[in-house]
C-alpha cells in the first residue's frame, strides 16, 4: 500500500497521560500536515511540515503538542497530559512539491481520553 | 464567522434525483478551492477542484463565484455510493480551511 498510512488507528487513554502518533507520509511527498476532527466537524488544521522543516502551527496547538519530522520523512504528533477535550480524530496529509493542494490524507488515529 | 459555513444538512435525497450543495468563504484572498467527499469514519479524499470557469466530471459539476464568494457543487442522477459527507475547502495562505460539510444521504 502507498498511500498514507498512521500508527496506531485507534487509542484509548486516561486523562494525564502522554501519547503519541505516528504518520508515514506517500514517498516523494515533501509536504506533511496534521489535522484534529471532531464529531459534526471538518478537520481543522494544526501544523505542516516541509522536508524536515516545521512552517506553521495553528493557534489549536497548545504547548502540550508536539509535531516532529526529523528527517523529512515520517512524522509524529505527541500530545502530554492529554485531557478529555483532546478526544478526536487525529489526521494526517502528504502532498507533492508539484501539487501541494492536493492533499492525500491518511485513515487517521482515533483518540479517546478517559 | 467561520472561514467557511456549510449548511451542515442532512439532505435526504431519492436516488436519481439532483441534489446541489452550497459554501461560502469569508477571506477574499482565498487562492484555491476544492470538494473533498468524507465517507462515514473514513478520511477526506478529493473530489473535484473548483474553478471560476466552472468544472464538470461525470455526474458532478463544481462553480465558483468569486465575486460572492461562494461556492456550488451539483450532484446529478444521483446514486446510493454518492452518500456521504461532502466537504467545501477553500486554500488561504498556502493552508487549507476545511467547511463542517454536508451530509448526504440517497434514499433507494
Known amino acids: 500500500d502507498t498511500g498514507v498510512s498512521q500508527d496506531p488507528r485507534h487509542k484509548i487513554t486516561k486523562r494525564g497521560q502522554n501519547v503519541t502518533f505516528r504518520c508515514d507520509p506517500i514517498?516523494?511527498?515533501?509536504?506533511l500536515y496534521w489535522y484534529r476532527q471532531t464529531l459534526g466537524q471538518g478537520p481543522e488544521f494544526l501544523t505542516y511540515?516541509?522536508?524536515?522543516?516545521?512552517?506553521?502551527k495553528s493557534r489549536l496547538l497548545s504547548d502540550r503538542f508536539s509535531a516532529e519530522r526529523p528527517k523529512g520523512s515520517f512524522s509524529t504528533l505527541e500530545i502530554q497530559r492529554t485531557e478529555q477535550g483532546d478526544s478526536a480524530m487525529y489526521l494526517c496529509?502528504?502532498?507533492?512539491?508539484?501539487?501541494?493542494?492536493?492533499?492525500?490524507f491518511g485513515p487517521g488515529t482515533r483518540l479517546l481520553v478517559l | 464567522r467561520k472561514e467557511v459555513e456549510q449548511d451542515p444538512g442532512p439532505f435526504n435525497v431519492p436516488e436519481g434525483a439532483t441534489v446541489a450543495f452550497n459554501c461560502t468563504y469569508s477571506?477574499?484572498?482565498?487562492?484555491?478551492f476544492f470538494w473533498y467527499r468524507q465517507d462515514c469514519r473514513k478520511e477526506p479524499k478529493l473530489l473535484m477542484s473548483?474553478?471560476?470557469s466552472g468544472n464538470e466530471d461525470g455526474r458532478f459539476t463544481a462553480q465558483l463565484n468569486r465575486a460572492s464568494q461562494y461556492i456550488s457543487l451539483l450532484i446529478r442522477d444521483s446514486k446510493l455510493s454518492d452518500s456521504a459527507t461532502y466537504l467545501c475547502?477553500?486554500?488561504?495562505?498556502?493552508?487549507?480551511?476545511f467547511g463542517t460539510g454536508t451530509r448526504l444521504t440517497i434514499i433507494p
Open positions: 496529509a502528504s502532498s507533492s512539491p508539484q501539487a501541494w493542494e492536493t492533499q492525500y
Open positions: 514517498s516523494e511527498h515533501n509536504r
Open positions: 511540515f516541509q522536508n524536515e522543516a516545521q512552517l506553521e
Open positions: 477571506n477574499s484572498a482565498s487562492q484555491s
Open positions: 473548483v474553478y471560476s
Open positions: 475547502v477553500v486554500n488561504v495562505h498556502e493552508k487549507l480551511t
